[in-house]
């Protein structure tokens, strides 16, 4: 399965971050996400003039009988990106 970097958490004024898929906030339910690889994806990602590698794991959530399959990694700092199917 191939991934394309989707972007980064939202932090909000009262400092909750959040980061919407399909409709679900995947933060909300980060204590239920499965580890289904047990290898990290490599990505490439640009950040302004920067190059860097991302190396999220790729992970399972199901709510509502709703099953997204997602990547996600910190990127530095407590700054977690996200990595979506192409």
């Not at 980060?30 to 490599?42: A, G, M, P």
């Not at 860097?52 to 977690?80: C, H, M, R």
């Amino acid at each position: 399965m191939k991934f394309k970097f989707a972007g980064t958490q939202k932090i909000d004024d009262s400092g909750k971050g959040s980061f919407m898929y399909k409709g679900v906030d995947l933060i909300e339910y980060q204590y239920q996400w499965k580890d289904i690889d047990d290898e990290y994806t490599r990505l490439k990602m640009k950040i302004g003039e920067e190059s860097t590698v991302f190396k999220p794991y790729v992970y399972q959530l199901t709510v509502d009988n709703k099953v997204l399959i997602f990547a996600s990694g910190e990127i530095s700092n407590g700054i977690w990106g996200f990595a979506l199917p192409e």
